[in-house]
């Protein structure tokens, strides 16, 4: 049960991370407030086809529709085609984690290891709280170099080097990427927060 503790502290925060990264990935609701703090919608003649793009987009990441060649240049085409295979990977580890996780938290349910799980939990949201702090300050000192960077590392290729009039750039500006990625530290830390207090409360009150 010691490695299965261990696993725990692992995951649980990429659980974390990868389900708030999830949620919002595909959140319509939240981009049409981003593009609302960014002036994204005074970027085009008219916000619904703002919405209608960002639809498109969304519909794409899921498979359920081809990107609209008349909103899309090729080479934003070619682009997402990467990131889509990004998103597969990112989501496939996430359910992976989730589903590992759900099943050794049974175990030690099972077992009746309630205050090792609570501790496991307690751990891990301790970590992520330190980690993605520590990480959100120093992205947002030094954010250029390090989307840079990021592009740099996650695509093989300079497709992601667009000209500033391509729709996707307007559709998506740097200031859109700093709301988001804000955003996602917020609710990482809300949420490893919400964990961690009732983790110590379970452990002080209930399994003490």
């Known amino acids: 049960m010691q490695v299965a503790k261990y696993f725990l502290i692992i995951l649980i925060p990429l659980v974390i991370i990868l389900g708030n990264f999830e949620y919002l990935i595909f959140n319509f609701g939240f981009y049409q407030k981003l593009y609302q703090k960014a002036d994204v919608y005074q970027t085009f ?122 729709n996707l750039i307007r559709l998506f500006p740097q200031q859109f990427f700093i709301l988001f990625a804000n955003s996602l530290a917020s609710n990482i830390i809300l949420s490893s927060a919400i964990i961690a207090l009732v983790s110590a409360i379970l452990i002080k009150k209930v399994l003490k």
């Open 45 to 166: 003649s008219d916000r619904e086809i703002v919405n209608y793009a960002t639809d498109n987009l969304l519909g794409y990441f899921r498979g359920k529709n081809q990107l609209d060649h008349n909103f899309f240049s090729n080479q934003a085409k070619l682009h997402l085609d990467d990131v889509k295979n990004i998103l597969k990977l990112t989501s496939g580890l996430f359910y992976l984690s989730l589903v590992t996780v759900l099943t050794i938290s049974i175990v030690f349910v099972f077992k009746k290891q309630y205050s090792k799980l609570a501790r496991s939990f307690l751990i891990s949201s301790v970590i992520t709280l330190a980690f993605v702090g520590l990480l959100t300050f120093g992205i947002f000192q030094v954010f250029d170099p390090i989307f840079v960077k990021f592009h740099q590392v996650a695509f093989n290729n300079n497709l992601w080097l667009f000209p500033a009039d391509d």
